[in-house]
C-alpha cells in the first residue's frame, strides 16, 4: 500500500496563547479522514518536533486519489490544566496533494506561513514541513515508520518543562513523585475497508488529571482512540531507572521539591570558546585577549552614508534640504536632513541583519525634503550585494568611496554624487554600538539613542569627614538670651545635624563627626551653619560660611589627620554694607572643623553581601588585577509581554553591572525571543565578589511615551563560585516579585568565562581584608553605613541617568537593590530558614552522638568507644585525626560538588509561598500609605512577633544569669554546694592522672541504656534551681 510522510521539522515565532506570553504547541495533520499528531512542545513559542507521520494512500490509481486530496496541518495550544476543553488555535495550513513529490529524493524541507481560521483570529509564524509520498511499487511493501527513541527526544528542557507543569497542577504534595510514561495510541480510520491502523505518540503523564496531553479539538470526523492491542508493547521512559526508596523513606528525607521551572538550564550553543578549548589553547594561548567567542556570530550589512556634494536645487526658492534614505527590501532607514545644504555631511551608519535580508539590491536615494508637498527625487544609487566585500576586525575601516547619482532610468546624470562605503562584518564590528539597527527601523531619530548599546561608568566616589569641634562669640538676635545651638551641614542633598550640646553657652562645644559621600569632579559646596533652637520646628541662624569641596584636603590612608581650622561666620541676614563694615571691623563669630576627604575607604553603593567592588576610592592604594570576567549576553525566551495593554509585546534590553563598569545592550523591538550576542569584558580584582544582569523592558521607544522602564527579572552569578577558564552557558530564570506574588518572565541564557591571569595572587587574596585597610583601622559607625550607601545610590543614578543615552533611575535603583534594606516578613523568615538549616547540622550530631550513648546501632558504639580509648591515651593524635576527618570529608563531597552557578533561588527566598497579605507590606512606602485597619493589623502581627523574640531573648538572659549566680553568693546555698564540690573535683583531678579521669567520663556518658534513668540528671537539677533576674522584672 502507498503512504504519504509528512515530517514536521520546527515552527517559528507563534503567537503566545496561555497568558502568561507563551504557549505550548502541538501540530494535528489530517488526510483522507485521518488525524494524526505529534507531542507537546511546553513553553516554546519557537518549537523543533522533527517526527514522520505516516498516512496510508488507499486506491488502485495512486496519482489521481492523491492530487484530489488535500493535508490540512493545523497548530494548537495544547491546554493541559483542562483536557475537557480543546486547546486554543494557532494556526493551520492546507497543501494540495498534487503538488506532493513521488519521492524522497526529490522532497526537501519548505517553510509555509500559518493562516487565519477567520477574520478575527490572531495568528503569527510559520511551519516548516517535508511532504512527500512513497509509492507501493518503491518501497515493496508497507512503508512502517520505525518508533522514535524518546530517551533522547525528551531533552532536559523538556523534562525541566513538564515537571514544572506538573509542579504547578499539584504544588501542595511537595513529596509525591514524577514519572513520565510514553505510551503508543491508535487511532482507527472509519473506512468500510481494512486497513492497517496508523499510530502516533504522545507524552502523558503516570498521574490521574494532569499527566496526558490535552485531545485535540473536536470535529465532525474525530474518532475515539482505541486501546493498545495486547500484543503491542508499551513504550516507557523510566524503564532505565532505579528503584526508589520507599514512600516512608521518601517522606521522612526528601526536603520539599522546588518548582523546577524556576531552575537553570545548561545549553550548548554553538560558541567559537568551546572549540577552541584544546589542550594547546589553554597551554599556549594568551588568556588575556578578548576574541569575542562566547557569542554566536551574527552578520549584518553596514553602510556608511558620510556626505554628498554638487546636489542640484529642487525647489523654486533654490534652496535644498538633502536626506539619504537606505532602503533594503521592505527596511528603510533615513538620516537627518540638513536644511539649505548643497554639500551636506552626515556621517550615519546602517546596519541590516543578514539573517533578514529581503532583497539582493540595496537603494540609496537623496530627496529634498518638502513640508508642504511629497519629497522631490535628486537621486539614487543601486549596489548589488553579491559585490559587497567582507571585512573582519581588526582590519581598518573600509574606505568610503564617490557614487555619481542615477535617475529614476538608471542613467548617470549631473545630480551630484555621494560618498558610501558598504561592507558585510559582525556585531564586533566598531560600528555596530552606534549603527541605526533594521530591528528598530521604527524608532524616530529623537529616540534612537535610547536604543543603542553603550557602556557607562559610575562616578568616582569619596567620603567627606567633617568633625565638628566647637564655637566661639555667637551673637543669638536676643541679646539676653543664651543660645542652644546646633550645627546643620550640607554637602550636594545630604543634610546632617548635630546634637545640642550639653551646656548651654556663647561658646558652645560638640565633638561630633559627621560623613558624607561626594564624587568627582568635586563641584559641590559645603554650607554648614550654625543654628538656634528657639522652639519646635523653628530655628534661627546664628551663622554659616561656604567651603568649596575642591579646596578640602585628601587623606589617603591612614597618615595624619588634617589639623583643625577656624572659620569666621556669616550672618544669615547681613547686607553688604553690614558686611562690609564687619570686614573692617574684623570681628565675627568662629567655628572650628577638621574637613578631609577620605580616599582610603571604600564607598559602598551596594549590598556587602553581593558586591561587585571592594577596592579603595584612590587609584594609588588600588591592587592589580587578577583575572579577567568575559560575559556573553546571547538570548531570552518566553518573556511576557510587557506592553500587551498596547496590543504591542516586549521591547527588552540587558544591563549588566561589575563594578564601576555598566552595559547596556542595544534594544530589540517587540521580541518576546530576542538574541542579542553581545560580549563585554570586565577586569577583577576580587574573586569574591558579584555580577549582576538584568533585563528591562524599554519604554522610551516611541514618541511623547514617558514610561518607565519595566524590570523583567535580574540573575546574580559569584564569581568565586566559577571555574576558571571554563565556559558556563546556561538559561536563568528571570523571576520577579510583585505584590501579586512571584513570577517568571522569561529565561535569559548567559555565556560566563573566568580567566585567572595571576594564580598565586588569586589564592592570596582569599587571605586578605576584604575592605580597604581604613575600614578596619577607623571603621564607620553602623549607624551610617546604610544611610551613606543611600546617598551614594543616589548620586550614582543621578549621574547615570544624565548619560546619553540614559540609564534611567528605575533601572540603577533596581541593579542596586536600593530597598534591601527595608523591613520584609518574607525575607525575616527567609534569614530564619537559613539559620535552622544551619542548626540542622548540629542538631544532626547531637542526633547521632544521643544514637550512640543509647547503643542505638552496637557496632558503631563499639567502634566510637575504641575510638575514643586510642585518643585518650595518644592525645597527641586528637587534633591530626580532625584536620583528616575534615579532608576526608572534603574530598568525598567532591564528587557531589555543584556543577552550576547559583542563581536566585524562590524556595531560599521564602517567595514561592508567600502570603499576599507580607508582599502588600513588602511594597508598601515608607512611611505607609496602607488604610489603619491594615497598618493596625499588620502591628498587632508584628507585636506577635516580637513578643516571641522577646521569649527567647529573656530565655537565653535566663540561663547566664544562672551561670553568674554560681560565684555570686544570690543563692547561698547553692554557692556553697558548688565551691565545695569544685575544691573536691580540684583535689581530684590533682591527684588522679588526666587520662584516668577522661576515660572514666568518656565511659560513664556512654554506658548502656540498662544504667540509664529517665530522670534529669543533679547537675541539670542543680542548674534549673539556679536564680536569675528575671523576677526582678516589673
Known amino acids: 500500500m502507498s503512504k504519504l510522510v509528512v515530517e514536521i521539522v520546527d515552527a517559528s515565532d507563534l503567537m503566545p496563547k496561555d497568558g502568561q506570553g507563551s504557549a505550548s504547541p502541538f501540530v494535528e495533520v489530517e488526510f483522507d479522514e485521518q488525524r494524526q499528531r505529534t507531542q507537546t512542545r511546553f513553553k516554546d513559542l519557537n518549537p523543533q518536533w522533527n517526527e514522520k507521520l505516516v498516512f496510508n494512500v488507499g486506491g488502485s490509481d495512486f496519482n489521481n486519489r492523491l492530487n484530489n486530496k488535500t493535508i490540512d496541518v493545523t497548530v494548537y495550544d495544547d491546554r493541559r490544566d483542562n483536557n475537557q476543553q480543546p486547546g486554543k488555535f494557532l494556526g493551520r495550513v492546507k497543501i494540495s496533494g498534487a503538488v506532493v513529490p513521488l519521492s524522497e529524493s526529490d522532497s526537501d524541507v519548505q517553510r509555509y506561513p500559518l493562516d487565519k481560521r477567520g477574520l478575527f483570529s490572531h495568528i503569527k509564524g510559520d511551519i516548516a514541513l517535508r511532504i512527500y509520498a512513497v509509492p507501493s511499487s518503491d518501497g515493496g511493501g508497507d512503508f512502517v515508520s520505525p518508533p522514535p527513541d524518546f530517551s533522547e527526544k525528551v531533552t532536559k528542557e523538556e523534562k525541566v518543562r513538564f515537571e514544572s507543569h506538573e509542579y504547578q497542577n499539584q504544588n501542595q504534595n511537595h513529596f509525591q513523585q514524577f514519572e513520565d510514561e510514553i505510551h503508543m495510541e491508535t487511532m482507527k480510520p472509519p473506512t468500510k475497508k481494512k486497513e492497517k491502523e496508523s499510530r502516533t505518540f504522545h507524552s502523558i503523564g503516570a498521574h490521574h488529571g494532569g499527566g496526558g496531553a490535552a485531545p485535540p479539538p473536536p470535529s465532525s470526523q474525530s474518532k475515539p482512540a482505541y486501546p493498545t492491542p495486547p500484543n503491542q508493547p508499551e513504550f516507557r521512559s523510566d524503564f ?7 514512600p516512608g523513606a521518601v517522606m521522612q528525607m526528601q526536603p520539599p521539591r522546588q518548582n523546577p521551572e524556576f531552575q537553570l538550564i545548561e545549553t550548548s550553543p554553538p560558541l567559537a570558546a568551546r572549540m577552541r578549548q584544546s589542550y594547546y589553547y589553554r597551554s599556549s594561548g594568551d588568556k588575556t585577549s578578548s576574541t569575542y567567542d562566547l557569542v554566536e556570530q551574527m552578520h549584518y550589512l553596514y553602510v556608511s552614508v558620510v556626505k554628498a556634494r554638487d546636489l542640484p536645487v529642487m525647489d523654486v526658492s533654490g534652496s535644498l534640504d538633502p536626506y539619504v534614505e537606505v532602503k533594503l527590501g521592505n527596511y528603510k532607514g533615513l538620516t537627518k536632513h540638513l536644511e539649505k545644504n548643497s554639500n551636506p555631511i552626515w556621517k550615519q551608519i546602517f546596519a541590516f541583519s543578514k539573517e533578514r535580508l529581503q532583497s539582493n539590491l540595496l537603494e540609496v536615494t537623496v530627496k529634498d525634503k518638502d513640508l508642504l508637498t511629497k519629497d522631490d527625487f535628486v537621486g539614487r544609487v543601486q549596489i548589488d550585494l553579491t559585490e559587497v566585500p567582507l571585512r573582519v576586525p581588526p582590519d581598518s575601516p573600509l574606505a568610503p568611496q564617490w557614487y555619481r547619482l542615477e535617475d529614476k532610468k538608471g542613467m548617470k546624470t549631473n545630480r551630484g554624487e555621494v ?34 548599546s553603550k557602556v557607562y561608568f559610575s562616578p568616582k566616589l569619596y567620603y567627606l569627614r567633617i568633625h565638628v569641634m566647637e564655637a566661639q562669640d555667637l551673637v543669638p538676635s536676643d541679646k539676653g538670651r543664651v543660645p542652644d545651638a546646633i550645627v546643620k551641614i550640607h554637602a550636594g542633598n545630604q543634610m546632617r545635624a548635630t546634637r545640642t550640646p550639653q551646656m548651654r553657652t556663647m561658646n558652645p562645644q560638640w565633638h561630633e563627626e559627621l560623613m558624607f559621600v561626594v564624587s568627582e569632579p568635586f563641584e559641590d559646596m559645603v554650607m554648614v551653619s550654625v543654628d538656634d533652637r528657639i522652639g519646635p520646628g523653628k530655628d534661627e541662624i546664628l551663622g554659616r560660611i561656604f567651603i568649596p569641596v575642591r579646596d578640602v584636603p585628601v587623606r589617603q590612608e591612614v597618615g ?7 572659620f569666621n561666620l556669616q550672618r544669615h541676614s547681613m547686607s553688604m554694607e553690614e558686611e562690609n563694615e564687619k570686614r573692617k571691623e574684623k570681628f565675627s563669630s568662629k567655628i572650628l572643623l577638621r574637613v578631609c576627604i577620605e580616599a582610603g575607604y571604600h564607598v559602598l553603593d551596594e549590598s556587602t553581601h553581593f558586591s561587585s567592588d571592594l577596592q579603595p576610592s584612590s587609584k594609588h592604594l588600588r591592587k592589580p588585577s587578577i583575572g579577567i570576567l ?44 530576542p538574541k542579542w550576542n553581545e560580549q563585554y569584558t570586565w577586569e577583577v580584582h576580587d574573586p569574591c565578589t558579584v555580577i549582576t544582569i538584568g533585563v528591562f523592558d524599554n519604554g522610551h521607544v516611541n514618541d511623547g511615551s514617558d514610561w518607565k522602564d519595566q524590570r523583567i527579572g535580574k540573575v546574580r552569578v559569584r564569581l568565586s563560585t566559577l571555574e576558571t577558564d571554563r565556559v558556563y552557558t546556561h538559561y536563568y530564570p528571570l523571576l520577579v516579585l510583585t505584590p501579586g506574588g512571584l513570577k517568571k518572565n522569561g529565561e535569559l541564557q548567559l555565556a560566563l568565562r573566568y580567566t585567572c591571569t595571576g594564580f598565586v595572587n588569586m589564592m592570596a587574596q582569599y587571605g586578605r581584608p576584604l575592605l580597604p585597610k581604613m575600614h578596619y583601622i577607623q571603621p564607620i559607625p553602623v549607624r551610617h553605613i546604610d544611610l551613606l550607601r543611600h546617598q551614594a ?21 533596581y541593579m542596586l537593590d536600593v530597598d534591601y534594606h527595608m523591613f520584609s516578613l518574607r525575607r525575616s523568615k527567609a534569614n530564619f530558614s537559613r539559620i535552622m538549616s544551619l542548626l540542622s547540622s548540629v542538631t544532626l550530631v547531637c542526633k547521632w552522638f544521643n ?6 546501632n552496637p557496632i558503631t558504639t563499639c567502634l566510637v568507644h575504641v575510638l575514643f580509648l586510642i585518643l585518650v591515651c595518644y592525645p597527641e593524635l586528637i587534633l591530626p585525626t580532625v584536620f583528616l576527618y575534615l579532608f576526608v570529608i572534603g574530598m568525598w563531597n567532591y564528587r557531589y560538588r555543584p556543577r552550576h552557578p547559583p542563581h536566585m533561588d524562590a524556595r531560599v527566598s521564602q517567595a514561592d509561598n508567600a502570603h499576599p497579605d507580607e508582599l502588600d507590606e513588602e511594597f508598601d512606602t515608607f512611611p505607609t500609605s496602607r488604610p489603619a485597619d491594615i497598618v493596625r493589623m499588620r502591628y498587632d502581627r508584628l507585636r506577635s512577633v516580637g513578643g516571641r523574640v522577646q521569649t527567647v531573648v529573656g530565655d537565653l538572659a535566663t540561663q547566664g544569669e544562672r551561670i553568674q549566680a554560681l560565684l555570686s553568693w544570690r543563692d547561698p546555698r547553692a554557692t556553697a554546694l558548688f565551691i565545695v564540690f569544685a575544691l573536691i573535683w580540684a583535689v581530684f583531678i590533682y591527684v588522679t592522672p588526666f587520662q584516668v579521669i577522661a576515660i572514666i567520663i568518656g565511659l560513664f556518658m556512654l554506658r548502656h541504656p540498662r544504667f540509664r534513668s529517665r530522670m534529669p540528671s543533679v547537675p541539670a537539677n542543680f542548674f534549673k534551681r539556679l536564680p536569675a533576674k528575671s523576677d526582678m522584672l516589673l
Not at 650 to 668: E, I
Request: aromatic residues 6%; positive net charge.
Open 560 to 566: 595624619k589627620m588634617p589639623d583643625p581650622r577656624w
Open 240 to 246: 532505565m531507572r532505579a528503584p526508589g526508596p520507599p
Open 793 to 813: 545610590m543616589q548620586i550614582v543614578a543621578t549621574r547615570l541617568s544624565r548619560s546619553e543615552p540614559p540609564l534611567r533611575r528605575e533601572v540603577v535603583e
Open 630 to 673: 568575559e560575559l556573553g549576553i546571547l538570548s531570552a525566551r518566553n518573556l511576557m509581554p510587557m506592553k500587551a495593554k498596547d496590543g504591542r509585546m516586549t521591547d527588552p534590553y540587558c544591563v549588566a553591572k561589575y563594578g564601576n563598569k555598566w552595559v547596556r545592550t542595544r534594544t530589540l523591538l517587540d521580541a518576546l525571543t
Open 419 to 452: 560618498m558610501l562605503a558598504v561592507w558585510m562584518g559582525t556585531q564586533a564590528d566598531e560600528s555596530f554600538p552606534d549603527a541605526w539597527h533594521s530591528d528598530a527601523h521604527r524608532v524616530s531619530h529623537s529616540n534612537l539613542s535610547n536604543t543603542r
Open 851 to 856: 544514637d550512640i550513648c543509647t547503643w542505638r
